[in-house]
């Protein structure tokens, strides 16, 4: 009798204590929230999204919900003529910008960086995408190089160096430098952000030009006067901005990171420290080092009075240092042995071809003949063209 009592005040006891926590277990219906140490892994593929009609379902109100997530300083309109950058950019474009998605991994720290600096806003950072795609050897057929797309008149302006050894308008960081310089210049004429980015794309000249025919100086009203590619400029950075931030909601993705490089950091090599020893002594590739430095165009470091920066493997920055002293003695035999090598074989230089010039002048003013200039380049006709380059040995 004792025992089922026990029972009966047990089951009552069971009951309130449920009955009292009922309110609370149901709070916990849905599963807590928790806050996860680890982050999501990038989702990577090469399968190519399509679209119907070649367009992305986005219309101004998805549009204005999504970039006011944003903080950006730069305001993002919304028109026809940004629709249809959008459209091109997720649709025809999409291989490129799979592609660009996994290269600003590497490239927009250091863009950020930069510009944080400049106290730049940093969706700038989208321009480099829409000149060269983040790739730094691009060229254009009007001769503009580089990750922002730099003349080689605009980048001595700006301190980019190119000779037969490098182009500076190839560094990831002072091309960014230099880029970051020029529209702050262009913000502070114009005060208007999408006027500072049409002039990088035209010039001043012909955006005060517009500005003058319109009588307008906000870059929508001045839009029809502007030269055609500066009419689609300011719209594909906003597409771009867009795109950039918003590519997953439209179930685009990167490629896998193929052709980036990894993790680097500057040593100063000083003296005539040998490109081939460097890479040698660290275990690099020369094809691995050349890739950390795209301005280089050939495989040797820069001789300069303040020595050069070269960029290697963030992990092989204690080496290089910790074995400097070897590698600058490794480095004078090797340039002895190269001398050796040179004095034994017969020296020649290079002749650029200028508007005019013909094969007889050219001959006249490194006294030699035709002919010989002619087997020294395989030539088959006396037929020459400006900026053409020619070997010339000297005797």
Not at 125 to 149: C, D, H, M, T
Not at 164 to 184: H, I
Not at 336 to 355: C, D
Request: net charge positive; charged share 25%.
């Amino acid at each position: 009798m004792r025992l089922i009592t026990s029972l009966i005040i047990m089951t009552l006891f069971g009951l309130q204590l449920f009955a009292t926590n009922k309110d609370s277990l149901a709070r916990y219906k849905d599963p807590i929230p928790m806050e996860s140490s680890i982050s999501a892994a990038p989702v990577y593929s090469y399968d190519i999204v399509d679209f119907e009609s070649n367009s992305i379902p986005v219309d101004e109100r998805l549009f204005n919900f999504h970039v006011s997530t944003l903080e950006f300083v730069i305001p993002m309109d919304y028109n026809s003529y940004v629709k249809r950058q959008i459209d091109f950019f997720g649709t025809n474009w999409q291989k490129r910008l799979k592609e660009v998605i996994t290269r600003s991994e590497f490239y927009f720290p250091i863009y950020e960086k930069i510009l944080d600096k400049h106290n730049m806003p940093l969706e700038i950072k989208y321009l480099s995408v829409i000149e060269s795609a983040l790739n730094p050897y691009a060229r254009s057929r009007s001769g503009a190089v580089g990750p922002w797309q730099f003349m080689p008149a605009t980048g001595r302006i700006f301190d980019l160096n190119e000779n037969y050894v490098m182009d500076e308008r190839r560094s990831v960081e002072k091309s960014t430098e230099a880029a970051a310089g020029y529209l702050k210049s262009m913000y502070e004429m114009f005060g208007d952000w999408y006027v500072a980015i049409a002039s990088y794309n035209c010039g001043p000249g012909n955006v005060r030009k517009a500005i003058r025919r319109s009588g307008r100086t906000d870059f929508w009203g001045m839009y029809h006067f502007l030269p055609r590619e500066t009419q689609n400029y300011v719209p594909k950075f906003i597409a771009m901005a867009y795109m950039m931030n918003f590519y997953s909601e439209y179930g685009i993705t990167a490629v896998p990171p193929i052709d980036v490089p990894g993790p680097y950091h500057p040593v100063l090599c000083t003296g005539s420290l040998s490109f081939q020893v460097i890479t040698e002594m660290l275990g690099v590739s020369k094809e691995q080092l050349m890739a950390y430095n795209p301005e280089l165009k050939e495989q040797v470091i820069p001789k300069l009075s303040k020595g050069y920066w070269l960029n290697i493997p963030q992990e092989m920055v204690l080496n290089f240092y910790e074995w400097e002293s070897d590698i600058k003695e490794c480095s004078i035999e090797h340039n002895i042995a190269v001398k050796e090598l040179e004095a034994a074989q017969p020296k020649y230089v290079y002749h650029k071809v200028r508007r005019g010039e013909s094969l007889g002048v050219i001959a006249r003013k490194h006294g030699c003949s035709v002919g010989q200039i002619k087997r020294w380049n395989r030539l088959r006709s006396n037929v020459i063209h400006p900026h053409q380059k020619l070997k010339i040995y000297r005797s």
